[in-house]
């Protein structure tokens, strides 16, 4: 990454940034938000375009129940209020991806406002505000590259006109490119679990721009901001705001001014480049749409959609903790998706013994998936496998180095547990004794005073016997019989 | 004078319109009578009466039910094609002045 050189540590310390986030999230609906024309990603270009899509002179816009429903939705997930009434708006600006000549969003009475996302930062839990969250229409898209006639002409695509979105704009709350990065991570995951949109940033789905300016520590009064738009990665975001940050201070630091303006960051050469746009181009002169109602949310209908809001990952990963033992890094993981989170939840309670389903997701699963550089998501092992895997281990049919190579076998193969447990023929752990009673007379007879202990009726000492027998057959033995051998054997 | 020369030609160029002096000049008359008229409104005590983007705020609604059930008809369901469908794609082309036969084609757009 390219850093000014003359943007010392000391300067950098003089100075606190301060960056807001506009979050554009497309909504799963079938069908676009005013026309009933097809949101389906990939299709043929230009073939899911109406006469409303295409802005002709006529049309009248009628909006799509669900991409309401969706919209309050994730903004109940991101704790804002609805409003009961609101205004849908023109924002006038002319693009050739925008054939109407405005796009239908929502200006002064968006749809909600006042929400919040809680971010771990390094200073602890910190809280994001969410200034307001509004719905509006997609435009085209333009592809510059790729046709013979490139140099001279741009092509539009306008199947992704009138595709619904929402909008989610923060409060200029975040001090640091992390802390945006963090903010992005919540937020997805949070979008995520309410099922209105799948968040993949390849497809577009999520777009994000970031405002960000430098102000003196201890100064209230904001510096003068910079927009960057257009990052199509949440690590690309955190490294042009880097480079923002260290640009600010170096332009304040030999005593130029910032100019307020739109830069586009290239990811290949870690900088960011101010577009050349007229002044005038920010200036939209809003107005309410006339071919639309006023959008009324009553309490009724709120109530509704309230009911299909689902445990969201925070608190989930707070009672998953709870519940089953788990470190928090490890609940991380395992709800990084609603997905994940639900298969994990009903193996570990199908399972005999649920913390040692979590254990082996963290021990044996977490590692080899890592190794092949495989997400969760992609494990040959499923949760069920994880879960029937852990009860053979529980009640002693398969020992714990057994448990490791099966996985092995399964991740070569590709296949789960329960299929490579067949294939294999359903191996069993070997209940002769033999070996195992000899490592337990040896420990009995190097412990003469932990027997005696045992004998005069402190039970508890058992543990200790279990311990050492576990440690020098190498944790081969099946606990539970060497714990049935001991008892016998100390009477 | 509500509006200047300045303000007219502002609004011209947000348009992308290009005016001659006299349009211009005729603009400025135009805007500026609205604007006295609007003038003349304002001198109406509002003070109770809620905004009103577009009629059919008032006039569209089924004043038989309450809240979002007022406006309710004016939604359709998430169907595809359900209300209308999506046109051929030649057909979409149609009125462009420029297409290939996949893509509306513009003159270049330079991002930066
Ligand atoms: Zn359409």
Redesign the pocket.
Same mark, same amino acid.
């Given at each position: 990454m390219v850093t000014s050189s003359e943007t010392s540590v000391a300067a950098r310390a003089k100075y606190e940034p301060v960056i807001g986030l506009e979050v554009h999230v497309q909504l799963l609906t079938a069908s676009?938000i005013f +026309?009933s &024309?097809s949101t389906r990603f990939g299709d043929p270009p230009n073939t899911n =375009? &109406?006469p =409303? +899509?295409l802005g002709m002179p006529g049309v009248l816009p009628v909006l799509n129940r669900k991409a309401v429903e969706f919209a309050v939705l994730a903004a109940m997930a991101l704790n804002c209020q609805i409003r009961e009434t609101s205004i849908f708006a023109r924002k006038n600006y002319f693009y050739p991806d925008l054939p109407k000549g405005y796009q239908i969003s929502q200006y002064d009475k968006p749809l909600a406002e006042h929400g919040w996302i809680e971010v771990t930062t390094k200073g602890g839990i910190k809280k994001i505000g969410i200034t307001r969250v509004h719905l509006e229409e997609d435009a085209g898209k333009s592809l510059h590259e790729g046709f013979p006639d490139a140099a001279e002409k741009t092509a539009i695509d306008l199947n992704r006109t009138?595709v619904p979105l929402i909008e989610i704009v923060s409060e200029p709350e975040m001090s640091s490119p992390d802390e945006a990065y963090e903010y992005l991570t919540r937020l997805k995951e949070i979008v995520l679990y309410t099922g209105v949109s799948d968040v993949n940033m390849e497809e577009g789905s999520l777009r994000c721009d970031a405002n960000i300016s430098v102000r003196p520590r201890g100064q209230k009064e904001l510096g003068t901001k910079s927009e960057v738009k257009n990052v199509n990665s949440f690590r690309f975001i955190r490294e042009a705001l880097e480079y923002e940050i260290d640009r600010h201070i170096g332009v304040l630091e030999s005593g130029g001014r910032i100019s307020q303006e739109t830069r586009l960051y290239d990811a290949n050469e870690g900088k960011t480049y101010g577009m050349r746009s007229k002044e005038q181009a920010h200036d939209y002169r809003y107005f309410p749409e006339p071919d639309l109602l006023p959008l009324a949310i009553d309490e009724k209908w709120q109530a509704k959609i309230r009911e299909s809001l689902p445990e969201l990952p925070e608190t989930r990963r707070r009672r998953i903790v709870a519940e089953y033992g788990i470190t928090e890094k490890d609940a991380i993981v395992l709800t990084a998706t609603k997905f994940l989170a639900d298969q994990f939840e009903a193996a570990a309670k199908a399972a005999k013994n649920p913390k040692r389903v979590a254990n082996l997701v963290q021990s044996e699963l977490a590692g080899r998936l890592k190794a092949k550089g495989l997400e969760i998501e992609q494990s040959p092992i499923s949760m069920n496998g994880v879960a029937m895997s852990a009860d053979l281990v529980e009640s002693g049919v398969i020992s714990g180095k057994m448990l490791k190579e099966l996985y092995d076998v399964a991740f070569e193969r590709g296949k789960d547990f329960p299929v490579v447990y067949e294939e294999e023929g359903r191996p069993e752990q070997s209940r002769d004794t033999s070996t195992l009673q000899k490592i337990i007379d040896e420990v009995i007879a190097a412990n003469p005073k932990q027997v005696e202990q045992y004998r005069a009726g402190k039970k508890t000492v058992l543990g200790f016997f279990v311990g050492q027998v576990m440690k020098l057959s190498k944790g081969q033995a099946n606990p539970q019989l060497v714990n049935e051998l001991l008892a016998k054997k100390l009477e | 004078m509500k509006v200047s020369d300045k303000d007219v030609s502002y609004v011209a160029e947000l348009a992308n319109l290009e005016l001659t002096a006299e349009e211009r000049a005729r603009m400025l008359r135009d805007l500026n009578s609205i604007l006295e008229y609007i003038d003349r409104l304002n001198q109406l005590n509002t003070e109770n009466v809620p905004p009103m983007a577009q009629v059919s705020n008032r006039y569209a609604v089924d004043d038989s039910k309450q809240g979002s059930e007022h406006f309710a008809y004016a939604m359709r369901e998430d169907i595809p094609n359900g209300l209308r469908p999506?046109l051929p794609r030649e057909e979409a082309l149609k009125n462009a002045p420029d297409a290939d036969g996949t893509f509306f084609k513009v003159p270049k757009v330079i991002e930066r």
């Open positions: 676009k +026309c &024309c =375009v &109406c =409303v +899509c009138g | 999506s």
